[in-house]
């Protein structure tokens, strides 16, 4: 039985190698894109078993739309990986944050991955082997961003991005709180920084190297972590 997966913020970046690897290793995978014919371009353009469908994940229609077509076409969903995500910007210190702007990396990088998630549960729960993978970044620890020794001491605060990462890590371990009993495997993956459009392609690591974290957490045995933050090199302190 072919695994069926689906990448949000899928037709370039880190969304893009996801879902190439992730058909590279069989799946039949759903590349969310919210522009019709950029999707259509990225799926077109990799190998395997890609198929695109249009999700804004800040737009609930576009959401369960590809919910329910992803129910008539298979009747599960095996694989869930919250990709799209957005900065807004990184000069939004908070005492002079525009807050509008604020809300509207909130509502992307939270709550789009809410609305994703409880949008696609049913068709999971359907799985033998239900995997969700929220892809995150090393600035939403805690730990590493208040260690003023640290790698992240250098970093201009942040009141959009960084805390929207923060209460993503968090949301996962809600999420993996709650579907333990089902089998349902909850991980936030860090995929280091790399050069895509996010960053002005200013990361030392490829998009293609950024996957692979998120390829292994959703690709996890019955065996595996659940509630954990992960880069390729292991757990990154919360």
Known sequence: MTDIALVTGANKGIGREIAAQLADLGMTVLLGSRDRERGEAAASALPGDIRPVILDVTNPATVLATAAAIDEQFGRLDVLVNNAGITGGWGQVPSVADLDLVRAVFETNYFGVMTVTNAMLPLL??????????????????????????????????????????????????????LRKHNVLVNVACPGYCATDLNNHSGHRTAAQGATIAVRLATLGPDGPTGGFFNEDGPVPW
């Open 125 to 178: 729960l359907r799985s033998p082997a239900p995997r969700i993978v929220n892809v995150t970044s090393s600035v939403g620890s805690l730990a590493q961003m208040s260690d003023p020794e640290g790698p992240l001491a250098a970093m201009p605060a942040s009141s959009a991005y960084v805390p929207s990462k923060t209460a993503l890590n968090s949301l996962t371990v809600q999420y993996a709180k709650e």
